[in-house]
């Protein structure tokens, strides 16, 4: 159990009325995580309040009515689950370094260098990044970060993103075998079953993910596919 001078304060405003419960930060960050810890370690006080700094509980008629329970223990996992935790500096920098691997991630599978059409190695992005300085936001969305990495690391590295429609030509005996490689490259645009069995299909793709992509099929079906690139965009 967490002293009650060394805990923070986990809110939760709903229907009207203001809940608060004193807290060990990294073991409630846990909790809302999934992972198995006790609640009677997370709290420094089996209590809930309307205003914990005053020491002001919350009543048990206003627990019901929101709750449906008046149980602390019960409510409290609510809070936890629902509300606004406090921070940690460590669980920030966690939050940090898991938004800037997304960030390189999504510029690694969508971006290509546009004089070679090939997607940039990961470490040639990081190494951009870090170039140009780029500060990564734990809270903003990782869309509109990546579009705010993109125009900084232009400067640096020739790069764009590009979406390209492949048409592929499956023989009858690998065609149940490729759904899934079509499913998690991108989407099928176009299929049909040719006469004598075999499978044709467009796909549209990330421009980053191509020559993975060719890969995967060929270890499905040992080399035996067509392939042909029938728009860049």
Excluded at 9 to 30: C, P, R, T
Excluded at 37 to 61: H, N, P, W, Y
Aim: proline residues 3%; glycine residues 6%.
């Amino acid at each position: 159990m967490v002293k009650v001078d060394e805990a923070t304060v986990a809110k939760l405003k709903i229907q009207g009325q203001h809940f608060e419960i004193m807290v060990d930060s990294n073991l409630a960050i846990a909790f809302r995580e999934g992972k198995a810890v006790d609640m009677k370690d997370i709290l420094a006080v089996q209590r809930v309040f309307s205003d914990a700094k005053k020491g002001l509980e919350a009543s048990e008629t206003g627990m019901k009515l929101v709750f449906g329970t008046a149980d602390p223990m019960e409510v409290a996992k609510t809070i936890i689950q629902k509300g606004e935790l406090p921070l940690t500096t460590e669980y920030k920098e966690k939050l940090r370094e898991q938004k800037r691997k997304q960030i390189i991630t999504i510029i690694h599978r969508n971006a290509v260098d546009p004089k070679t059409h090939h997607p940039h190695p990961v470490q040639r992005i990081e190494n951009a990044m870090a170039e140009a300085k780029i500060h990564v936001d734990e809270f903003e969305d990782v869309q509109r970060q990546v579009q705010e990495v993109l125009k900084k690391i232009r400067v640096i590295l020739p790069i764009k993103f590009e979406i390209k429609e492949i048409a592929v030509k499956i023989l009858p005996e690998y065609t149940g075998k490729v759904y899934g490689i079509f499913a998690s490259f991108g989407k099928k645009l176009k299929e049909e079953w040719l006469n004598d069995g075999s499978l044709a299909v467009v796909v549209e793709i990330p421009g980053g993910l191509e020559e993975e992509f060719y890969d995967k099929l060929n270890a499905v079906c040992h080399g035996n596919t067509e392939t042909k690139v029938l728009n860049t965009r």
